[in-house]
């Protein structure tokens, strides 16, 4: 059955009254919605239209009518009631017409449903939804959006001034730049994101020159964290999501980094004075408001460096001044008391960095460089690395200032470690530790073996095995010397002919453990001889391949003293009571002839006679009697000598031992120069001097700063001993000669 042709006026006049139709139903006008007959009429008609044989095929006229109902319809109506509207009344009649455009696209493709589904996707034309958007966009979009843009503008910063707005208004009207893209988001960015940018910068670069003169440093953060977080919600609430970044970016730009020095450096305020007055709560802010700035947390850093640094300086200055002002034995109390300031201190600021600002590496960096500038100065010529020496002997010795509990001073021992951390002469700090960890263990004097045994093991961790080997060894020296004393008593028991008839007490030690101990030959009185003879055979029982050295100047003796009025103990040295023994057979001796018999330095007989007659208790009396020895002089038994107590210690004069241990720190040095840059050239073969010497100094500085001219010097040593040699057309490089 031939169907019948349907020319393109008949066609289109049909279909006009379905569009008329959908048109009132969008004005509001009373109109009956389409029914399902209706709609399927005028379906069939554009079906009809289109596939009917040429020239009857009325697709692409069809095609372009879609179009020019659209255009038909936005000039007669739609313009004319969006131009007549201003401010906020466009912006609602604009949200309307978009979405009553958005329903006509809808029904309308629908009608026409049969081009989209094969005429535009053979010709590769537009589909029909992206023609009618189009139609909106070129003729309604590009005439007003620049108007839209500022009355929404105005919209947002009444609400920033603290007015009631309607949100979801301003939300409508932004989501129409992002379907007018289409799935792009250029119209968005281009036509109205970048200019809201711009006012916001501006808008806030207004609100902070003001602030920033009228306001304090907490009160200023407080307003800023407050914008911040109101934008966050405007974005939340109304602007795409891709604005946030961008517009918290331009706030933090305009409240933070602009006026970031101004504020950081506000004089009764400013980062200085929070730090100064402990205000943790606004520290926390200010980290909170800089770190997610590039580099913002940088001048926050300087500052707290700053303020450590003065602070510990401080102290220190405090320290020196006491020192000079006060005798000798209040200054070391006054070192004491700097350390104990010291470790309060880095307590105090690690508190901050870890809890205002979260454990940042930067901040982590300005405490340490902020304690290694005054942790390496010298108070009243002490080093640091000797008072923290000294410190932990304070707390380790029995009678030592510091009485705490266990729990105490294993936290103090923790808190000494990480402070020398920040000392640059670890090896300086060794040495001291040894040399008095020597004299508690030796001497008796160390409250209690598991603490010494953890602040090694503290060392250890910190420092590395090699740091705390010999001191370990000092420990256990002292376990096996107990043992060893046991068996010699044992052995006496078991040789009753060999007992010398004094109590006779040996520690043996390790040569390569202990601190370097001076000490000479002395002719020793023979009761003294036997017992070394005793213990050298007892000693040869065990092993015959140990040369045993006696280091007379730890020894200490007990006399018994028999004088007129009662007999009184006396605890010597062994070289004092190897000059008192001498007077046991004779009443007077002449200098000269107690040097003789002991052969003795004058240096060091000096210091013996000196002690006995010259100091506190006058065993000996000297003529004549003045306060110094001189080679003239001769002694006597004092026989009416007497003191209240049984039992006397006569000290020695003290030596001072820091120039002994620096000495040997240098000579230490010096080796490990040598061997560093031994090791750096066998591995290198060929380097250049600058390189040298820093790779030297990268290896070492764990353990000391080395000095640049030591290095240099240690080079030319390596040379002439043929380590090393220069090349002979470039003197600034060296080989390794293996």
């Known amino acids: 059955m031939e169907r019948k042709t349907i020319d393109l006026d ?45 020239p009857h095929d009325y697709s692409q006229q069809l095609y372009d009518k879609y179009r020019e109902a659209f255009e038909e319809y936005i000039n007669s109506t739609v313009l004319p009631a969006l131009r007549e509207k201003h401010d906020e009344y466009m912006l609602r009649e604009l949200v309307k017409r978009w979405s009553n455009h958005k329903v006509m ?50 919209l947002i910063d009444k609400e920033r001034e603290g007015e009631q707005i309607d949100r ?71 602007l795409h999501s891709s604005s946030e970044p961008k517009l918290v970016e331009k706030v933090q730009h305009e409240l933070l980094v602009v006026y970031a020095n101004q504020l950081l450096e506000k004089e009764h305020s400013g980062c200085r004075a929070l730090l100064r007055d402990d205000k943790v709560d606004d520290l926390s802010r200010m980290y909170r408001l800089y770190h997610k700035i590039v580099k913002g947390l940088e ?24 020192a000079t002002n006060h005798a000798a034995n209040t200054a070391s109390v006054q070192e004491q008391v700097l350390i104990r300031k010291v470790i309060e201190l880095h307590d105090k600021y690690m508190v901050y960095v870890v809890e205002c600002f979260q454990n940042h590496t930067l901040f982590h960096k300005a405490l340490k460089e902020a304690f290694e ?3 390496n100065k010298t108070v009243a010529g002490s080093s640091s690395a000797e ?90 020296d002292l376990t096996l010397a107990r043992e060893n004393q046991n068996n010699f008593e044992e052995y006496l028991n078991n040789n009753p002919a060999a007992n010398p008839g004094i109590d006779l007490t040996v520690t043996v030690l390790t040569t390569g453990f202990w601190p370097s101990y001076k000490s000479f030959d002395i002719n020793l009185p023979a009761e003294m001889v036997k017992c070394v003879e005793v213990f050298k055979g007892f000693y040869e029982t065990k092993t015959k391949h140990r040369k045993l050295t006696w280091i007379y100047s730890l020894g200490t003796c007990h006399l018994n003293g028999k004088f007129d009025t009662k007999p009184i103990e006396l605890v010597v040295s062994t070289y004092q009571a190897a000059v008192l023994l001498l007077f046991n057979t004779t009443d007077k001796l002449s200098y000269t002839d107690i040097l003789t018999q002991l052969n003795l330095s004058h240096e060091d007989l000096v210091r013996l006679l000196h002690s006995l007659s010259c100091a506190r208790y006058k065993i000996l ?33 003290p030596v001072d031992e820091r120039k002994k241990v620096v000495e040997d720190v240098d000579k230490d040095r010096r080796y490990a120069i040598d061997a560093a840059i031994v090791r750096i050239m066998k591995s290198r073969k060929v380097l250049g001097h600058q390189q040298l010497v820093s790779e030297c100094v990268e290896q070492l500085s764990r353990m000391f700063k080395p000095d640049i001219k030591a290095i240099k010097k240690r080079m030319e040593d390596l040379i002439t001993r043929d380590y090393l040699e220069r090349d002979k057309e470039n003197p600034n490089m060296f080989r390794y000669l293996a």
């Open 299 to 322: 001048p926050v850093a300087n500052i707290f460096k700053q303020h450590v640094t003065a602070e510990g300086n401080a102290l220190v200055q405090q320290a020196e001044d006491t």
């Open 168 to 238: 979801a208004l301003l939300k409508n009207v932004l989501d129409i730049y992002v379907e007018i893209g289409m799935g792009q988001m250029e119209r968005y960015e281009e036509d109205f994101e970048s200019f809201m940018l711009l006012d916001s910068a501006s808008y806030y670069s207004r609100k902070a020159s003001s602030w920033i003169q009228e306001d304090s440093c907490p009160d200023y953060m407080l307003k800023s964290e407050e914008c911040l977080k109101k934008e966050r919600e405007r974005v939340a609430h109304y």
């Open 621 to 653: 009396l000297k003529e004549p009697s003045t306060k110094t020895v001189t080679q003239a002089d001769t002694f006597e038994f004092n026989s009416k000598f007497t003191d209240r107590m049984r039992r006397i210690k006569i000290p020695l004069p």
């Open 373 to 375: 500038i005054f942790c």
């Open 10 to 54: 008949q066609g289109w006049d049909y279909m006009q009254t379905g569009i008329t139709k959908l048109k009132r139903i969008l004005e509001g006008l009373p109109e009956p919605q389409f029914d399902s007959e209706q709609y399927m009429m005028l379906y069939t008609t554009i079906y009809n239209m289109c596939t009917q044989k040429p």
């Open 387 to 476: 008072l923290l020496a000294t410190f932990c002997d304070n707390i380790l010795k029995k009678g030592g200032s510091e009485k705490l509990s266990d729990e105490a001073i294993e936290d103090t021992l923790e808190k000494v470690v990480k402070l020398l951390a920040y000392i640059s002469d670890k090896d300086l700090f060794a040495e001291f530790y040894r040399k008095k960890l020597a004299r508690r263990l030796l001497f008796d004097r160390s409250a209690n073996d598991d603490h010494e045994r953890s602040i090694l093991t503290k060392l250890k961790q910190q420092c590395g095995g090699q740091f705390t080997s010999k001191m370990e060894g000092m420990v256990t």
């Open 105 to 154: 696209v809808r029904w309308l493709s629908r009608f026409f449903y049969y081009l989209d589904r094969y005429f535009i996707a053979r010709r590769s034309l537009p589909p029909l939804n992206e023609v009618g958007l189009t139609c909106f966009r070129d003729l309604v979009y590009n005439e007003l959006h620049s108007k839209v843009k500022d009355a929404v503008i105005a």
